[in-house]
């Protein structure tokens, strides 16, 4: 217990860190709220539990990485168990008592902290070795990225070293100062076996020694916990505190990847997209808070992995330097004086991003790079007109004529001669409407695909139409490439045609048409019930309207289209029907599922140049495809079958590529 001296002094100290800490604090809450939106406060019951589940068990930091993954978990379930641990310590400095007793509780109480102590301090010695000693790749930035000067001159490494020294004098002296306290208690504590272990080394010591010793270690222990609370929300160890806000406050999504509507109608809206990081969404503005600098997402980035300049990593990294280079204007409510540009990621990796969702899905604290460069397409294409050129065809395309390719409108049902495919005119009492889509009614390769969609649907005496010439481009890459109100107006006009038919249930052969249809054309008012043709598909061989013949193809892989998969979360369905109709098991490819790798296709990368880089996307994809073993590369989208296709080509090694729904045409009889 402490002397009368010491607890007025401690009790200082208390005030004094309060003091600092709220004013701390207080400025992280006024820059976050300098942000765009309102708190989204619906199901809130709901949003709690998500955010403990994912915050106690850190469901996903598990995805990657096992071992650090691991150390990590020690970590940082010991710092959770330390809010008890701390305030335990403090109780039993003010008065004479074991916390929590010594019955079952507090021996319960006291065997955990011992353990978790113990594996604390192992934990943050694997990450300092980790970093500085075996300086592991995985947590490196390469030089072509965009890094703010502080950051690039080794701010990041000092950072780490801070918080890694301190967790380890904190955790450690606190465990040094109950061993001393073992020591005086009589010995050995069955409770606290590891304390107790490294107390046998001082039990020559003198009683005035030991107590000299564990009041010192209190000190120190307690001292260093309050000392660095108002530095605490400057360095990246306040993860801990907000990833656990970032899973509470994270927008409900109707999917992974879809976009916020812009009210084009409020006439009080002066900027469209983010040009500054005050223009970002306030979640946005939490997230480098949040983040703790793992480098998890570049390693999923299909951009970074190919050599381009994007990294989602040190674009979170730039923000957090900045705001806190900037706090004390941030807070006060003024205006950035550098752009988003200008600080944190470089024009090529701006436009170097495939929106496959892949940063998202992976990051252990639940930030979302990925919107943050769509965000700032917005800016650029809406607000500053600079975007690449090869994406001005597009857009005139799709204004003009409803489609990417530019290619005329009355050319949509060319795929389709001799086919006697139905449309909503002439069988205005379909159960199923197709929406064929801009590349399989345009894309030579792709209309392979249609016409085979067709054979099935009508061997399975599927009653189905097509709108024919009133289809019209979705708007997707529009989108996705920062033009929303191009986006607007074709979503706008495909509600009213829709609307006009009322399909009951959509089926879609691109995961792209699926995802707005089905997932973002709701934020205007249309509400359909879309589904992918692979899911038809296994619908119709489950109902037993088609049965296959099984193909011998040799060995299949499957890649899984990122809008369908880690987008749309179906990942069955076209598995199950390769299932049915090859004689082998398919292959499952290393970067499978919600970790499959993006074709290169997706963020309208399908309609421009890609940025230089050390290989192109669709090629290191082809590669881990080819390297399985597969002859036949298996795909679900129309975006990917064109790039692997071209990648095959290139490659020239005898792979196939074709979609599902082609594989079970030619089973058909």
Not at 271 to 278: K, N, P, V, W
Not at 364 to 393: A, C
Not at 478 to 485: K, L, T
């Amino acid at each position: 217990m402490l002397s009368p001296v010491e607890k007025l002094l401690f009790a200082a100290l208390v005030l004094a860190s309060i003091w600092n800490g709220y004013w701390a604090f207080k400025k992280v809450a006024d820059i976050i709220g300098r942000g765009q939106g309102d708190i989204d406060d619906e199901n809130i019951d709901s949003r709690v539990w998500h955010a403990v589940v994912n915050w106690v068990t850190l469901k996903p930091t598990w995805k990657v990485r096992p071992l650090p993954t691991l150390f990590h978990a020690a970590l940082a379930w010991g710092f959770m168990f330390y809010f008890l641990v701390n305030f335990g310590d403090v109780v039993e400095g003010f008065f004479d008592v074991k916390f929590l007793g010594t019955g079952t509780l507090g021996n319960l109480y006291r065997t955990l902290a011992d353990y978790l102590t113990v594996a604390s301090i192992i934990a943050v010695i694997y990450f300092l070795v980790r970093r500085f000693i075996t300086e592991d790749k995985a947590l490196e930035i390469r030089d072509n990225v965009k890094l703010m000067d502080k950051v690039r001159a080794g701010g990041m490494r000092r950072d780490s070293l801070i918080v890694g020294c301190f967790i380890l004098a904190h955790v450690g002296f606190r465990f040094l100062g109950v061993s001393f306290a073992t020591v005086l208690e009589g010995g050995y504590d069955m409770f606290q076996p590891w304390a107790s272990t490294v107390g046998l080394l001082w039990m020559g010591m003198s009683e005035e020694t030991l107590v000299f010793l564990e009041h010192a270690c209190w000190w120190i222990a307690l001292g260093l916990i309050l000392v660095f609370i108002p530095y605490f929300p400057k360095t990246k160890h306040f993860h801990l505190i907000m990833a656990g806000v970032n899973f509470l406050v994270q927008p409900k999504r109707t999917s992974l990847g879809t976009l916020e509507p812009i009210d084009f109608d409020d006439e009080s809206v002066e900027q469209f997209g983010a040009a500054r990081i005050e223009d970002l969404p306030w979640k946005h503005v939490l997230d480098p808070y949040a983040c703790i600098m793992c480098n998890r997402c570049q390693d999923a980035c299909p951009a970074y992995v190919t050599g381009k300049e994007l990294s989602p990593s040190a674009l979170e990294i730039n923000k957090r330097y900045y705001i806190n280079a900037n706090s004390n204007g941030l807070a006060a409510g003024e205006a950035s004086e550098q752009t988003l540009l200008d600080f944190a990621i470089s024009q090529p990796a701006l436009w170097a991003c495939t929106s496959c969702g892949a940063c998202i899905e992976v990051c252990p604290v639940g930030n979302e790079p990925m919107f943050d460069i769509l965000y700032m397409r917005r800016d650029q294409v809406l607000m500053q007109s600079e975007f690449p050129d090869e994406l001005q065809t597009a857009y005139e395309g799709m204004e003009r004529t409803g489609n990417p390719w530019k290619m005329s409108a009355a050319d949509r049902m060319a795929w389709a001669e001799g086919l006697d495919i139905p449309t909503v005119e002439t069988n205005p009492d379909f159960d199923i409407l197709w929406w064929v889509g801009c590349a399989p009614a345009y894309d030579m390769r792709a209309q392979n695909t249609a016409r085979a969609f067709a054979k099935v649907l009508k061997a399975a005496r599927v009653n189905f139409a097509v709108l024919g010439e009133l289809e019209s481009c979705t708007g997707d890459a529009a989108r996705r490439s920062g033009n929303e109100y191009l986006f607007f107006e074709m979503a706008s006009q495909n509600i009213e045609t829709l609307n006009e038919v009322a399909p009951k249930r959509i089926v879609a052969t691109c995961p792209h048409c699926l995802q707005a249809l089905g997932k973002e054309y709701c934020q205007y008012g249309g509400d359909y019930n879309v589904i992918h043709h692979t899911e038809l598909i296994q619908e119709l061989i489950d109902q037993g309207r088609i049965s296959p013949n099984i193909l011998e193809k040799g060995a299949i892989t499957f890649h899984d289209p990122c809008y369908l998969g880690r987008h749309n979360s179906i990942y069955d369905a076209p598995r199950d029907v390769l299932d049915r109709i090859t004689t082998d098991s398919v292959i499952e490819l290393e970067r499978a599922r919600n970790s499959s790798f993006c074709c290169g296709a997706g963020g309208a990368q399908m309609w421009k140049e890609e940025e230089h880089g050390d290989e192109a996307v669709n090629m290191e994809r082809y590669k881990e495809c080819a390297a399985s073993g597969a002859s036949t590369i298996a795909v679900a989208c129309p975006f990917c079958l064109t790039m692997l296709t071209d990648a095959s080509k290139e490659a020239d090694e005898g792979v196939v590529v074709k979609d599902i729904v082609e594989l079970v045409a030619e089973g058909l009889a």
